[in-house]
């Protein structure tokens, strides 16, 4: 499934591209869950990393589609942003927030097709490196590469990364699945770690940065061949 923002205050427009969106779906196999929000400052209010694709208007009456990417880029880098507009001059000054392409006005579905064509093939480039994890209240993207661990703490799953921890109500054997061909090892029960994180294996404790994290006494050899596969 694929998480799709679409942002526009001109509402019969967007309903023309959830029916275009709906009409790619079909074609390419590919389920898409689009939320409509009327205004930039909409999506921009506590922005959560949730969504694979932003497909923004920039002329709006309360916030423009240029100052909500601004205010998405500041804890969003990686989110396609494509930009709807009327005029092209106007999406020339997308570049200063790296979007990724622009729509213009009238947009017949050949065009839209085609953008999207090249949209998915960027998407499925970048989702590779995230994991999409569930939270109370929304979604959130995780860069793999700046996971540390993971720790259980009863039904709630923290994951510990190099900008600070997420929680999810993901169960460990899911997110074990999920890492499993990103060189992630369950070294206990309730630890999972990031085995190009570990600076090194101390009796029965990995260390990562000041962490360390218990390794179960079965696991250890295991542990020990998975490191040097990784090394």
């Not at 400052?41 to 949730?50: K, Q, T, V, W």
Request: proline share 2%; charged share 30%; aromatic share 10%.
């Amino acid at each position: 499934m694929r998480r799709i923002a679409i942002v526009e205050d001109d509402r019969k427009f967007a309903e023309k591209l959830i029916g275009y969106l709906e009409e790619y779906g079909k074609e390419h196999n590919i389920v898409f869950q689009a939320r409509y929000f009327q205004d930039g400052e909409d999506i921009a209010e506590n922005y959560r990393s949730g969504f694979d694709l932003i497909l923004m208007d920039i002329q709006m009456r309360f916030m423009s589609g240029m100052e909500a990417a601004r205010k998405i880029r500041e804890t969003d880098t990686e989110v396609l942003i494509v930009f709807i507009t009327n005029e092209a001059q106007f999406a020339i000054e997308g570049y200063s927030v790296r979007a990724f392409d622009y729509l213009l006005k009238p947009l017949p579905y050949s065009v839209f097709s085609a953008k999207m064509d090249r949209i998915m093939t960027q998407m499925k480039q970048t989702t590779e490196d995230y994991l999409l994890l569930p939270l109370s209240d929304g979604a959130q993207r995780v860069d793999i590469r700046r996971i540390l661990y993971v720790e259980s703490r009863g039904h709630t799953m923290e994951i510990h990364t190099k900008d600070g921890v997420v929680r999810t109500n993901l169960k460990m054997s899911s997110l074990e699945e999920k890492l499993a061909e990103r060189n992630f090892f369950r070294c206990h029960k309730g630890y999972l770690v990031n085995l190009e994180q570990v600076e090194k294996l101390e009796e029965y404790d990995c260390i990562i940065g000041t962490e360390r994290i218990p390794v179960s006494r079965r696991r250890k050899t295991e542990l020990l061949e998975a490191l040097t596969r990784v090394l």
